[in-house]
């Protein structure tokens, strides 16, 4: 038993579990205001050294500091205007932390997007369902 107790704490020692998981937000601000808010987010507010970007793609890689201690994290922008959800996705990974400092990000960066330009245009009005063609109705038959 104690073998088996030293095998698991070696390998927990070794081989940490780090989280994969990535958070997204949609916002409905157009791209440049959000791209310019996660930008000055990351690199002035939160004073993370920017490593990589992209506008035109809409990428930027960033180290997060933690007691520091400097971490890979990134921010994608995805345009989904035919989704219906919003103009654009935010999605912000920072795989060696827990989910909770990206969804922190995103809830900073929302409040800094409502600070700075306010609340967004409403979504567009659904379009209503197509029409079925009418049925044609039976004919009475001939007599």
Not at 75 to 96: K, S
Request: charged fraction near 30%; glycine fraction near 6%.
């Amino acid at each position: 038993m104690k073998l088996w107790a030293a095998s698991v704490l070696t390998v927990a020692l070794f081989f940490p579990a780090t989280g994969q998981a990535k958070k997204t937000e949609d916002f409905r601000h157009s791209y440049d205001q959000v791209w310019g808010a996660a930008v000055r987010l990351i690199r002035v507010d939160q004073g993370y050294p920017i490593k990589d970007r992209d506008e035109t793609v809409g990428y930027f890689l960033f180290d997060y500091r933690d007691d520091g201690r400097l971490y890979p994290g990134s921010v994608e922008l995805v345009r989904i205007e035919d989704q219906g959800g919003g103009p654009i996705r935010v999605v912000v990974q920072i795989p060696a932390m827990p989910s909770y400092i990206e969804r922190m990000l995103l809830d900073k960066l929302k409040r800094k997007l409502l600070d700075e330009y306010g609340e967004p245009p409403p979504p567009p009005p659904a379009a209503p369902p197509p029409k079925e063609p009418a049925e044609p109705s039976p004919s009475e038959p001939d007599n």
